[in-house]
């Protein structure tokens, strides 16, 4: 039986490049001479460092030009407020990976309600959608994809 998942996931290892070109674009600006600016990948957050919140302001844009060039979806980016304190402004960019339990439950009734006949079944971060024929399933992609999601998802897995 034809199926294929649905999953929300980001390349750690192309966004670990995207943070290293970052990086290597600050040190090559002028306006950053003297900003002391860094972003620092964590495990599940980027943070940006530097002098002032202006200059945190120019990095979230430096950032999303490489991320965008990396071919990473910059929906996974969240950010948080900035903060400011001893001269220091620091900004926590929170990383979407996964697709909530809310969310999957939208999913799994757009499905229902889009009346394809195809079967949809929530298994952990994925979703698991089945039919009987190759058309139903590419419907049912074509479907999710035309609806905004506050996260991208890809669709892996597709099986004859």
Do not use: C, W, Y
């Not at 970052?22 to 002391?36: E, G, H, P, W, Y």
């Not at 903060?83 to 439950?105: C, F, H, S, W």
């Amino acid at each position: 039986m034809p199926s294929f998942d649905i999953k929300s996931e980001i390349d750690k290892h192309e966004l670990t490049n995207a943070v290293d070109q970052a990086n290597r674009v600050l040190k090559n600006r002028f306006d950053f001479k003297d900003a002391n600016a860094d972003f620092e990948l964590k495990d599940n957050s980027i943070i940006l460092t530097a002098n002032e919140d202006f200059h945190i302001k120019q990095m979230s844009n430096v950032l999303q030009e490489a991320i965008t060039k990396r071919s990473i979806d910059v929906r996974v980016l969240k950010p948080e407020n900035i903060e400011v304190a001893n001269n220091t402004a620091r900004q926590t960019i929170t990383l979407q990976e996964g697709i909530d339990r809310d969310l999957a439950k939208n999913i799994t009734t757009l499905i229902k309600k889009s009346k394809l006949k195809v079967q949809s079944a929530i298994q952990g971060a994925n979703i698991r959608i089945t039919g009987k024929k190759r058309d139903d399933l590419q419907d049912a992609i074509q479907h999710i994809k035309d609806q905004k999601f506050p996260v991208p998802l890809q669709f892996d897995n597709f099986r004859d």
